[in-house]
């Protein structure tokens, strides 16, 4: 069976392109969040945490996606191709999870009312 190598050009720097595309989330997210908290849609610190999450998450699609696509230019990379796409993605979603675990903590934590010490 004949391999099929994709013609990607030059292999890229993977942590420049992280760098990018951190930058550019944090642009984007940035702008789309500052608006939401101008307009009360959100509050200024969801909207802080929210643009940190995306540039996050935006850094991990950028370079995993540099990655993938410099795999997809070696002869036998398609497998390492594949891995590099699966890295981001759970990248990706371990944000999602750390974020969620952190809000249940949280919010557990703001609806705990501590007893107050009556010896004071």
């Not at 950028?62 to 070696?74: D, E, H, K, R, V």
Request: hydrophobic fraction near 40%.
């Amino acid at each position: 069976m004949k391999e099929i190598v994709i013609d990607t050009g030059a292999p890229r720097n993977v942590l420049g392109h992280v760098i990018s595309g951190a930058i550019a989330s944090a642009v984007i997210s940035g702008a789309i969040n500052y608006k939401k908290a101008q307009s009360r849609q959100i509050t200024k610190k969801d909207a802080i945490k929210d643009t940190i999450k995306r540039t996050s998450q935006g850094a991990i699609a950028t370079g995993s996606a540099i990655a993938t696509a410099n795999y997809l230019g070696q002869k036998g990379g398609l497998f390492k191709a594949l891995t590099a796409a699966s890295i981001g993605m759970m990248g990706i979603y371990a944000i999602e999870v750390i974020e969620e675990k952190l809000d249940q903590k949280y919010l557990t934590n703001e609806n705990c009312h501590l007893e107050e010490n009556i010896d004071e």
